[in-house]
Every structure is written in structure tokens, then in C-alpha cells.
T-cell receptor
Framework: GAVVSQHPSRVICKSGTSVKIECRSLDFQATTMFWYRQFPKQSLMLMATSNEGSKATYEQGVEKDKFLINHASLTLSTLTVTSAHPEDSSFYIC?????????????FGPGTRLLVL | GQNIDQPTEMTATEGAIVQINCTYQTSGFNGLFWYQQHAGEAPTFLSYNVLDGLEEKGRFSSFLSRSKGYSYLLLKELQMKDSASYLCAQMDSNYQLIWGAGTKLIIKP
């Protein structure tokens, strides 16, 4: 149980284009989903927290107009990187918390590797 | 801010035991997590401690002392596939995770 998927797993795009990453909880309802970014050899950096049906809460320094997050259902959250630039190239990972369990554990998706040329 | 401290890198021998320590600031504590992350992959959940003591789960055990702001992850009967980074993360008063930089564990035959 507690499986989280992400799509796509890898994407290469041209500078200036937008990229959408999907995060799905497959066997549970995720009341809260988290989006992280991880640069090589660095730890995870939380970008934003999203609760189903409400606006995402962004961490300081993360541009909400550039990283659009939509958590439209209890099993799906999307992150759209708008007008991507090479410095946005990174490993983007989502995680989800199971709202039905009395647990604070976050379960991670497999990640999406973004390369902006 | 809150700091999570763990060693940057450790080396151990296949079949042996290794203990990875983690210290955190005790204010605003709602639990301590350990995750394993292989190179190029996302983290996978290993353990969650919110009460003092040792939690054993197969070859892996995790210990917590809330008064000391201290946790460790103990790996027994090390296998080559255990070579990975091990991330310590504290859940703060807002139920958000504060991540350590990770400990890269190298297993030698």
C-alpha cells in the first residue's frame, strides 16, 4: 500500500516552454501532497505544500507564478514549470500523506528528472 | 532555524553493522523519520519514531531520545545493496519535514 506515481519520469524541453508533472496516489487518498526539488548531491528542498481543493502554500523563495500547483482531487496533484529555463533543470519529487491513516509519513513518488536546454 | 546534523559519509564492510547518528533541535518536534535514497532515485520510507526507544524492523532499527534530540539508524548484516544515502528528517510543529543533508553510506566487500 501507499504507492505514489509520477509522470513523466524524465523530460527534456527547450528553454521557454512549460512542463507539467503529475503526481498520483494510487491506492490511498492524499489530503496533502508535497513538491520537492533536489539538485545533485544535495538534500531535498521543499517547494510547496498542497491540500486538496485549496491553494498551495509555497516556501520562501519559490515563485508561485513560475511553479503552478493544482491539487484538484484526492489522488492527483500537478506541478507546472512555466517558461522553463536551464537553471530549472533538477530532480522534482512529489510525496503524499495518507489522510485516512493516523500517520504523518510521507510516501514519495519516483521523481521526474527535468532537463531544460 | 532548525538544524539537522548527520555525518556526510560513512564506510562499512559487507556483513557488518553500522550506526548512523542524527541530532536535531528539540523545539517543535512531532517525530523523526529515516529515509533511504539510492543514487538517482526518490527517497523510500524506512522508519518513523515519535516516542523514545528502539524500533526494530528486520535488519534496520531506529532509536530516538527526545530529551537529547538524538536519533540513530542501525543497519545490521550489511549488504552491498545498502549502499545509499540515508536521510534523517524531523517533523516540526507545523507537521513539515526538515531534512538533513543525508549520510552517504559506502559498503565495501
Amino acid at each position: 500500500g501507499a504507492v505514489v506515481s509520477q509522470h513523466p519520469s524524465r523530460v527534456i524541453c527547450k528553454s521557454g516552454t512549460s512542463v507539467k508533472i503529475e503526481c498520483r496516489s494510487l491506492d490511498f487518498q492524499a489530503t496533502t501532497m508535497f513538491w520537492y526539488r533536489q539538485f545533485p548531491k544535495q538534500s531535498l528542498m521543499l517547494m510547496a505544500t498542497s491540500n486538496e481543493g485549496s491553494k498551495a502554500t509555497y516556501e520562501q523563495g519559490v515563485e508561485k507564478d513560475k511553479f503552478l500547483i493544482n491539487h484538484a482531487s484526492l489522488t492527483l496533484s500537478t506541478l507546472t514549470v512555466t517558461s522553463a529555463h536551464p537553471e530549472d533543470s533538477s530532480f522534482y519529487i512529489c510525496s503524499a500523506r495518507d489522510g485516512s491513516r493516523d500517520s504523518e509519513t510521507q510516501y514519495f513518488g519516483p521523481g521526474t528528472r527535468l532537463l531544460v536546454l | 532555524g532548525q538544524n539537522i546534523d548527520q555525518p556526510t559519509e560513512m564506510t562499512a564492510t559487507e556483513g557488518a553493522i553500522v550506526q548512523i547518528n542524527c541530532t536535531y533541535q528539540t523545539s517543535g518536534f512531532n517525530g523523526l523519520f529515516w529515509y533511504q535514497q539510492h543514487a538517482g532515485e526518490a527517497p523510500t520510507f524506512l522508519s518513523y519514531n515519535v516516542l523514545d526507544g528502539l524500533e526494530e524492523k528486520g535488519r534496520f532499527s531506529s532509536f530516538l531520545s527526545r530529551s537529547k534530540g538524538y536519533s540513530y539508524l542501525l543497519l545490521k548484516e550489511l549488504q552491498m545493496k545498502d549502499s545509499a544515502s540515508y536521510l534523517c528528517a524531523q517533523m516540526d510543529s507545523n507537521y513539515q519535514l526538515i531534512w538533513g543533508a543525508g549520510t552517504k553510506l559506502i559498503i565495501k566487500p
